[in-house]
């Protein structure tokens, strides 16, 4: 109760069948918050919870920007290029939305993976790449 009062709005990621984020969520509602609940696979006893609760009615949080439009936050306008120079240009230009494996990367461009590796670090912490689990890289989408 003391969580959903403090709260604008309530993100529940997950919750099984009898779990604290339910009970939370059910106060959020009473206190007319918004509810949100980030869908998952139907036979993840971790997901019965936040499925449960859109299908009750609950907002389905696709992206963080669901999240952020009922804040009534607007996501920054990135240029749709960015300003790029040399080699790091040329690694935006090679990503897409779809991951590519470091090792791909590198032959695509041919340059070595140590070196390409410093280069996306870079990307990244601008916010133009994002780094996927097992070493794949993509545009970032934001």
């Known amino acids: 109760r003391i969580i959903s009062g403090m709260a604008d709005l309530l993100v529940v990621v997950e919750a099984g069948r009898r779990s604290g984020a339910l009970n939370t969520a059910s106060w959020a509602q009473a206190q007319g918050k918004e509810v949100f609940a980030l869908p998952g696979p139907v036979d993840s006893k971790a997901s019965f919870g936040t499925n449960s609760l859109i299908k009750r009615g609950a907002m389905l949080a696709q ?46 461009l041919s340059i070595e993976v140590v070196d390409l590796l410093v280069y996306l670090l870079s990307l990244e912490l601008k916010g133009y790449v994002v780094q996927l689990p097992g070493k794949y890289f993509r545009r970032s989408t934001l």
């Open 63 to 108: 992206s963080p920007g669901d999240i952020l439009f009922a804040l009534g936050i607007s996501r920054p306008q990135r240029k749709l290029e960015p300003d790029l120079r040399g080699t790091e240009k040329k690694i935006y230009e090679c990503l897409s939305e779809e991951p590519l494996h470091v090792d791909q990367i590198a032959r695509k």
